[in-house]
């Protein structure tokens, strides 16, 4: 069932579609603070209180429109809230381990290496790296969300990426690999 | 020197990891979920208009049940001609409402309202012009319960063709099964040997038994 259906049955009251809204993106939504470089704790209790703001507001979601570029503006709304009363202090690039069945897919220096280039970004940088190749959020909503062109986010997605490339080559080169 | 090049990083990036955490659902979230008079007591200012509007439809409404009342004691063929045409008028307005949710609400409106015949006549209306898929959802597993009329599946697998989303596809498939008639067990057959078919589709096609 999409999540937008789900959705619509929040409205309704119906608790098993908030389970399953909440199953499906709560550790996305949790990632994503992390990768932004939020502590843990504080991760934890954003990643409620976006929970808490869905419920709160599922009336006034569109359910013509996609339900992850609402759910991301809700994250960004309490991401900003948050840096208003606290100052996000730098991840301890070695705080976010890789997951033993991932070691497929990533080693585990590169994992910490592509982290340490990802905290190296300004915010708005980052934010946008990992709107659209984290979340997956189509250009063109990402460009609604920001209030950009679409062919600005994929411009600057692309200048993003080769940006990423050096800096992670030049973390290479200093570790003599 | 090993060195990676953009492609590489570019999956990296799109493979990040979901990171564990101990969070859990918790029923109190429940809580935080709007009750039936919050959303009585905080309608705002921009929804006033969409208020007024769902305030004369519902008047209209109560107009009609009352002019179906004084239509089921007097037979006048005026009274009957002048009720169909509120009727379709009421249809059509439904069909343009903006709101997904209204036209999900009018969908439980006309589905109590008129003959079966009329109702199905109706449902298929709406279902050709539904542009969200979530509506069109609704409408077919409404129309499922009206498969004892021949018209439903003769109209969905002339639909079938023009939709678009695999999921909706699907329910129709299953509505077209559920009837177990041989000009249904035929098309779907035919529709599994398109190539071009969704594989979400064609995977489903193989599960029923044709």
Redesign the interface.
């Known amino acids: 069932m999409s999540d937008e259906l789900l959705m619509l049955r929040l409205v309704a009251k119906d608790l098993r579609a908030a389970k399953l809204l909440f199953d499906r993106h709560h550790k996305s939504v949790f990632s994503f603070y992390r990768y932004m470089g939020v502590g843990t704790e504080d991760a934890e209790d954003l990643t409620q209180e976006v929970f808490e703001r869905v419920f709160q507001s599922s009336h006034s979601f569109n359910t013509s429109k996609a339900f992850k570029p609402w759910l991301y503006q809700i994250m960004r709304n309490r991401l900003i809230d948050f840096r208003r009363k606290k100052k996000v202090d730098l991840l301890d690039v070695n705080c976010i381990q890789i997951k033993e069945h991932e070691s497929d897919r990533y080693n585990e220096q590169d994992f910490k290496r592509l982290q340490k280039v990802l905290l190296a970004l300004p915010e708005h940088e980052r934010e946008l790296i990992l709107l659209v190749k984290y979340q997956q959020i189509k250009y063109a909503e990402v460009a609604e969300i920001l209030g950009i062109s679409e062919g600005a986010v994929k411009a600057r997605i692309h200048r993003l990426i080769k940006k990423i490339t050096k800096h992670f080559n030049q973390i290479l080169q200093d570790e003599g690999i | ?6 492609f590489e ?2 999956k ?12 859990r ?3 109190r ?2 809580e ?3 009750s039936k008079s919050f ?1 009585r007591l905080s309608i705002s200012k921009s929804r006033f208009l969409a208020l007024l509007i769902v305030g004369m439809v519902l008047v209209f409404i109560m107009g009609f049940g009352l002019a179906t009342l004084i239509y089921k004691q007097h037979t006048s063929p005026l009274v009957k001609s002048e009720l169909e045409f509120a009727r379709n008028l009421l249809v059509q307005n439904m069909a343009k409402a903006d ?3 209204q036209r ?1 609400a009018s969908i439980e409106y006309i589905s109590s309202t008129g003959s079966d015949r009329q109702i199905v006549e109706d449902l298929l209306y709406l279902l050709e012009l539904e ?4 509506v069109r ?1 609704a409408l077919i597993q409404t129309l499922n319960t009206y498969t004892h009329l021949p018209l439903v599946e003769q109209r969905l697998i002339s639909y079938l063709p023009q939709e678009e989303n695999p ?1 909706v596809t699907i329910t129709i498939i299953n509505v077209i099964a559920a009837a177990k008639t041989k000009e249904g067990f035929k098309i779907l057959k035919d529709l599994q040997d398109i190539d071009s078919l969704h594989p979400m589709i064609k995977n489903h096609l193989t599960k029923i038994e044709l």
């Open positions: 020197m090993k060195e990676y090049d953009e990083l570019n990296m990036l799109e493979g990040l990891p979901e990171l564990e955490t101990n969070i659902f918790d029923e979230f429940s935080t979920m709007p959303y709101s997904p949710n999900l542009p969200n898929e979530n959802l999921f």
